[in-house]
């Protein structure tokens, strides 16, 4: 099965913090066999969010993503999943 992760915010893309999540989660779906082939990226637009979340679930069979700790003025993903 082919995995993807999507790591979400605009502090990633800038440097502000490294994402340690995402080789966590890599090391753990190859310890049970799941073959990662895409780690994406995205800010923090809804816009954004979405395009790669549909993209992630039209080529992959397991999408998990990682970001904040939930919507805030600076995160408007609130509505994003649903609009996938």
């Known amino acids: 099965m082919q995995a993807e992760v999507v790591a979400v915010g605009s502090e990633l893309l ?3 913090i ?12 190859a310890a049970i066999g799941l073959n990662l082939f895409y780690k994406t ?4 637009n809804l816009g954004r969010v979405t395009a790669v979340l549909r ?9 998990l993503t990682t970001g904040g ?12 999943g649903w609009a996938t």
């Open 41 to 44: 990226t995205v800010g923090d």
């Open 14 to 16: 800038l440097g502000q």
């Open 55 to 63: 993209q992630a679930l039209d080529s992959s069979h397991v999408v």
């Open 18 to 29: 490294i994402d340690t999540t995402s080789g966590v989660i890599a090391r753990h779906l």
């Open 69 to 80: 700790i939930g919507p805030t003025a600076s995160r408007p993903r609130s509505g994003a």
